[in-house]
């Protein structure tokens, strides 16, 4: 397991507005150059089965998650392994709340939670995404 970092610097980033902005702007950017369709909506079932996939993959808790409202923005507690997010989630707020989630619970976060640690965390989910169409539907249903 790697080792606690203390983040220095630019990346205590949290609580200050403008720079919580730089921060997203950051991490859209990186997925946005990496060809990531963080803006895609998802349906409930597709987003939990994007959960447990990457739980299993990176080996993490796979949190509990709930759904609230249509606003795309999210949230992930740090006490309890739980994240909220809209009822139609965009894949890239919904990694970014696994993000925390994975840095919480591999100690890779201090008192800050919007690090480079952060970025590095949601990109490997993204690309790891992309790699396995995790987002397509896997049928219509009639296997029957
Ligand atoms: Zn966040």
Redesign the pocket.
């Known amino acids: 397991m790697e080792e606690m970092v203390r983040v220095l610097g630019e990346d205590n980033i949290?609580s200050h507005p403008p720079r919580?902005i730089k921060?997203?702007d950051r991490e859209n950017n990186q997925l946005d150059s990496m060809g990531f369709n963080r803006k895609l909506k998802l349906d409930e079932k597709t987003a939990i089965s994007i959960i447990r996939k990457l739980s299993r993959h990176f080996k993490f808790t796979e949190p509990e998650i709930y759904f609230y409202g249509n606003m795309d923005s999210?949230y992930?507690s740090q006490h309890e392994n739980r994240i909220k997010v809209a009822h139609e989630p965009t894949l890239g707020t919904l990694i970014?709340?696994l993000?925390?989630r994975y840095t919480i619970e591999k100690h890779l976060v201090s008192e800050k939670?919007?690090t480079k640690k952060?970025i590095k965390t949601v990109k490997r989910f993204a690309k790891y995404i992309m790699k396995k169409n995790y987002w397509k539907p896997v049928s219509s249903g009639n296997t029957r």
Do not use: K
Request: proline share 0%.
């Open positions: 949290t919580r921060y997203y999210g992930a970014h709340e993000g925390h939670f919007h952060l």
